[in-house]
């Protein structure tokens, strides 16, 4: 079967909302965005907003200690220098820390000891020749951007990295005193991740992990009992709780955190599954006491009731889930038997039997989905997954960081897009300062560095509250100097405060971050026993000139997300069709090699994943972007996630088992996939679409399933990778189906594991 032309693909995105007519053909899709009409009051608010939940106290007196210890020990030795580079270093270190578990969090301090500690080393060594930093600050400058399609985490770290660069080039030193200097600043990284450590024993994911097993228990619950139709449907306020408390990991797009959105979807769709078969049941009963086929439906309750106690009892106790695989068994049991069953005399039994097979089907695969993802949610699922990828190749590991830097070295690439313009300005600006004579000029390229981000929105937020606060920190600064006893001591007790307070609050709002690390890096300059009145003066003149430089290079080429967001979509769905159609290939032609093609298509995969995830971090910061819109895009990446993972997971399959030809079903079932990806491309790109003339991928998986492959070592791990592949489609296609505003009908998206089900006639 060849997939239709791209002529419907081709077709550009309108900015209107995507509308459905009378006939239920969808047309005229975008993105719900929101409507921006008051969008500079939007970015005003964004300005001034105080976001009371991002209130750490903990956080900034661990901090806190980590700077201010260095110093007071310096002060005390008589070696104030010394001191400040460590103080240095472990407030760099600082803006890395976060509440991720030990192993997570102490990973990722000591990346950026490391890195500020090469940092130190690298500026100090070439500052002196203008040429050779400027040079090594652009190539720094690129790295930190290519970071973006990483995660923010990587960002943050190549954003604190660069800015350590550009300010210890001021500082020229030998090569002696240069490593000197890098040491003693990651050793303030080591002692600032020890206090981390040390102080805050916090698990995350912990109240997440908790919320979905009360929610699965619930589930279990309802299983077991009859459907009330005059009741809400089962769970609903469990799935209330969930949604808000999963709320919190809309920007997380970690694998864990992925994980858990997706178990939030399969509880959705197990809900709705739930209560259609319930529904049958009660028909059937109804119909005719006693049948052999109400009774079969009755066992399948009952399991699925252990099923999902299994994985409710795993995520609250935080453990591996307890004979979930058995009852999954019995399931597909119970399934064959009620395909064995003889059709029923009356016309109305034979269709509830159908229904009710159909629903069977469609629930088994959400739960065998929802139990995979739960073995991987608790923490020793964590481990034996994280152990699992590191024995795979790295270009088929899901996360892989060097095959998405690899993906992301392109011009298509919003990362590289980025890094290129953060490399020139950066650059600009210090030559600019460097060429002008400037007082402390390395306060330019390090606010071009601070202020420039992937998105206009944050970056003229950023640019607008770094001035402002800059302004309103020198005026502290000089009112604190006036006020101020004379000694060393009151400064260092002076620069704990606004540690502590740039810390605690400024995460809440990044103009009172910016005001308080003005005050009190004018202070760590003033312990050097440099005028107070000459660093407020250079900072002012600097800041104000790398800020305009930063703002006036996005005001030249700004990007509003929201036109870009839908057309990310689909080349992501574009690639990951490419890269199923690759793999289904090597599975047809066992005797071609094909590793060339899969390392092509792969990459453009990973690259069109990692476009979308930065498109959809820079919609949330746009003025006007609406919660739901935001809501839906993290369902669509979550399923979009776990389906890639089955692909790779089906390329795997591969390399660890001997060549077998394909049969027929197979061919059918990947020919489906592929048409799904496609119609669901053009769709978002403004095609009209048939919701129910989407391939039924269960049933092509159930004949793939019943065709004797299974007896091949190759194909029986096929069937469990195919599974995958079909519950997280059909999950993707509801969400995109609901996205683009279609009207879908909910029991046929409970049918197919969450998308529509329905052969056209």
């Not at 965005?33 to 900034?60: E, I």
């Not at 990991?249 to 809900?271: C, F, G, V, W």
């Not at 005399?345 to 959400?366: F, H, T």
Request: glycine share 8%; net charge neutral; proline share 5%.
């Amino acid at each position: 079967m060849s997939v239709p032309p791209q002529d419907l693909s081709s077709q550009k995105l309108s900015s209107q909302e995507l509308s459905t007519s009378s006939s239920g053909i969808l047309s005229a899709p975008a993105p719900p965005a929101g409507k921006p009409a008051s969008g500079w009051t939007a970015f005003w608010r964004s300005l001034v907003r105080f976001q009371a939940d991002k209130v750490a106290p903990w956080l900034a007196l661990r901090n806190t200690l980590g700077v201010a210890l260095p110093l007071a020990v310096g002060v005390a030795t008589g070696n104030v220098s010394s001191g400040l580079v460590v103080g240095t270093g472990a407030l760099n270190v600082a803006f890395s820390e976060s509440d991720e578990p030990y192993a997570q969090r102490a990973r990722r301090m000591l990346a950026a000891s490391g890195l500020v500690g090469l940092a130190v080393f690298a500026g100090s060594l070439t500052g002196a020749s203008p040429v050779i930093a400027v040079a090594i600050a652009a190539a720094w400058a690129f790295a930190a951007g290519m970071m973006v399609a990483l995660s923010t985490t990587a960002a943050d770290l190549g954003t604190i990295s660069l800015v350590t660069l550009v300010v210890f080039a001021a500082v020229p030193q030998p090569p002696e005193r240069a490593m000197f200097a890098g040491l003693l600043a990651f050793g303030g990284g080591l002692l600032q991740t020890l206090l981390a450590v040390i102080f805050w024993p916090l698990r995350r994911y912990a109240p997440e992990r908790r919320v979905l097993g009360e929610l699965y228990l619930e589930l279990a619950r309802a299983a077991s009992l009859p459907v009330q139709v005059m009741h809400a449907p089962p769970a609903s306020t469990q799935i209330t709780q969930a949604q808000q408390k999963l709320a919190a990991l809309d920007r997380d797009h970690s694998i864990p955190s992925e994980r858990y959105r997706m178990l939030l979807s399969q509880a959705e769709r197990i809900q709705l599954s739930l209560l259609a078969l319930g529904r049958l049941r009660a028909r059937m009963e109804r119909e005719n006491p006693g049948s052999g086929t109400a009774g079969i439906v009755q066992r399948y309750f009952e399991v699925s009731a252990r099923v999902l106690a299994a994985i409710g009892n795993a995520l609250v106790a935080g453990e591996a889930a307890q004979a979930g695989a058995e009852y999954l068994e019995e399931l597909d049991t119970l399934a064959e038997a009620m395909r064995d069953q003889s059709p029923e005399d009356s016309a109305l039994m034979a269709a509830l039997q159908r229904d009710a097979r159909l629903q069977m089907d469609a629930l088994a695969g959400q739960l065998r989905a929802a139990l995979d993802l739960a073995v991987h949610a608790t923490p020793p699922g964590l481990v034996a997954f994280q152990r699992r990828e590191a024995h795979q190749p790295w270009s088929l590991r899901l996360g892989g960081a060097l095959a998405t830097l690899r993906a992301n070295l392109s011009l298509k690439s919003a990362a590289c897009r980025h890094a290129i313009r953060l490399s020139v300005c950066v650059a600009m600006g210090d030559a600019l300062a460097r060429g002008l004579g400037l007082r402390r000029s390395y306060w330019l390229p390090m606010t071009i560095a601070i202020v420039l981000k992937p998105d206009f929105t944050a970056t003229f937020t950023r640019g607008v509250l770094r001035l402002i606060g800059t302004f309103a920190g020198l005026l502290m600064a000089t009112a604190l100097f006036h006020v101020l006893p004379p000694g060393l001591g009151p400064q260092v007790a002076l620069i704990a405060i606004l540690m502590f307070v740039m810390r605690c609050l400024g995460g809440a709002n990044y103009g009172i971050l910016v005001a308080a690390v003005t005050a009190l890096v004018v202070l760590l300059i003033a312990m050097t026993g440099v005028s107070p009145k000459e660093v407020m003066a250079a900072r002012a003149l600097n800041t104000a000139a790398g800020g305009a430089i930063a703002l006036v290079a996005y005001r030249l080429w700004p990007t509003w997300e929201r036109t870009q967001v839908g057309e990310a979509v689909a080349q992501m769905l574009d690639a990951y069709r490419d890269y199923f159609r690759v793999i289904k290939e090597s599975y047809i032609h066992a005797d071609t090699h094909l590793s060339a093609e899969l390392d092509r298509a792969r990459a453009a995969a990973r690259l069109a994943r990692s476009n979308l995830e930065a498109s959809i971090d820079r919609l949330s910061a746009e003025p006007g972007t609406s919660a739901e819109t935001l809501k839906l895009l993290g369902g669509i990446l979550a399923s979009s996630h776990r389906l890639v993972h089955g692909m790779m997971a089906l390329e795997a399959v591969l390399l660890s088992s001997h060549p077998a030809p394909a049969q027929e079903p197979f061919r059918r079932f990947a020919d489906d996939v592929e048409l799904t990806l496609y119609y669901l491309a053009a769709a978002v790109r403004g095609s009209p679409i048939h919701a129910e003339a989407l391939p039924n991928l269960r049933e092509g998986h159930n004949a793939l399933v019943h065709s004797g492959d299974a007896l091949n070592d190759r194909y029986a791990l096929v069937n469990v990778e195919t599974d995958r592949i079909t519950n997280s489609l059909n999950t993707l296609t509801g969400e995109l189906l609901r996205w683009m505003g279609a009207g879908v009908d909910e029991k046929a998206i409970a049918q197919g594991d969450g998308g529509s089900q329905q052969r056209p006639g």
